[in-house]
């Protein structure tokens, strides 16, 4: 079963409806609001937290940013694998050069599950050995 450890979580303002994306991999946007990650190249600022409605005033959404979080999957993720984000906000394993990642999986998931990854604190960049 898909567990949790927070070490440092960060709330940021929410504008859109986000109720519906708890443990999805979120980013910054330009209005210093949080929206859900929508490209495998993006870069995630961590893992969201709590169901934030965007249509209430000062909606935050609470962003894990270090610790273990829950994140949903997007394909099978393996223990061990390096995880980052697909173009719908979902957890997926990176393995290819150059490919961006925000932590490790502690606990693996098919696709649609919940997986248990390790966050690093930021996000790193696979370099071909």
Known sequence: MAFEEDVLDV????????????????????????????GATDSPIGVLQNKPKGDVTEAVGRVRVMGVSRVITGGIVGYGALVGTDASGLGVAKTADKAKFMGIAVYGAGSGGTASVLLHGGRKTISAV
Request: aromatic share 14%; charged share 20%.
């Open 11 to 38: 709330s940021f303002k929410v504008t859109t409806d986000l109720s519906a994306k708890q443990y999805y991999f979120v980013k910054l946007s330009a209005d210093n609001t949080i929206v859900i990650c929508n």
